[in-house]
């Protein structure tokens, strides 16, 4: 089983950019298509971008395209989410998530998609 932490979450003011990283331990998760989601507070958690096993096909929430972008190191078994151009609403803990099932675009916005899930790591953007 994938024992998945996402790092470099923090405060930033508006306008500037983070780079998430999720690392995978336990196993690789080089055949895993992973993606990543968002919850704020008071909020439902909302799906952010996806990326096949061979990072050939990525997927984007409409809130956030053009602006954040899905990657994959599957030699370092990590996962990256840059974040540029952040705003207020981008606000809430991110968590990284893995599956095993075909990457199909109707279902990598689903959380029951994913197998293993990460903590979270908070994303404060002040305005």
């Known amino acids: 089983q994938a024992h998945l932490v996402e790092s470099g979450g923090g405060l930033v003011q508006a306008g500037g950019s983070l780079r998430l990283s999720c690392a995978a331990s336990?196993?690789?998760?080089?055949?895993?298509?992973m993606g990543w989601f968002r919850q704020a507070p008071g909020k439902k958690r909302e799906f952010v971008a996806a990326?096949?096993?061979?990072?050939?096909?990525?997927n984007y929430g409409d809130s956030v395209k053009g602006r954040f972008t899905i990657s994959r190191d599957n030699a370092k078994d990590t996962v990256y989410l840059q974040m540029n151009s952040l705003k207020p609403e981008d606000t809430a803990v991110y968590y990284c998530?893995?599956?095993?099932?075909?990457?199909?675009?109707?279902?990598?916005?689903?959380?029951?998609?994913?197998?293993?899930w990460g903590q979270g790591t908070q994303v404060t953007v002040s305005s």
């Open positions: 990326i096949s096993w061979n990072g050939l096909s990525t």
């Open positions: 336990g196993r690789t998760i080089s055949t895993y298509n």
């Open positions: 998530a893995g599956g095993t099932k075909t990457y199909i675009i109707a279902r990598i916005f689903r959380e029951d998609f994913y197998n293993y």
